[in-house]
């Protein structure tokens, strides 16, 4: 399965992008800063989409650092990374 990083998935585009990518079979990791603005994993459940979601700063090169080597860890690779800018 391909795996995939969202960023801004909380809404907007990056939360459709989440979705279309799961619909379409990719492992995908739906990120954002705030993990309580997200509609993801309710849509995610019920819809049972293969959807990981992670709390993610990608202006804090830590958070992005520790996220990746997290997702690389359980995948051993990703695929396609989507940066959405609001």
Not at 9 to 17: A, K, L, N, V, Y
Not at 30 to 53: D, G, Q, W, Y
Not at 70 to 79: A, F, P, V, Y
Request: charged fraction near 20%.
């Amino acid at each position: 399965m391909t795996v995939a990083v969202v960023t801004g998935s909380s809404s907007g585009i990056g939360f459709e992008t989440s979705l279309l990518l799961a619909k379409n079979h990719y492992r995908t990791y739906a990120t954002m800063r705030n993990l309580n603005k997200s509609k993801v994993f309710e849509t995610a459940l019920k819809e049972k989409l293969p959807i990981s979601i992670a709390q993610v700063d990608v202006k804090d090169d830590s958070s992005v650092s520790n996220a990746i080597h997290t997702i690389l860890k359980e995948n051993g690779r990703i695929d396609s990374i989507q940066q959405i800018f609001a």
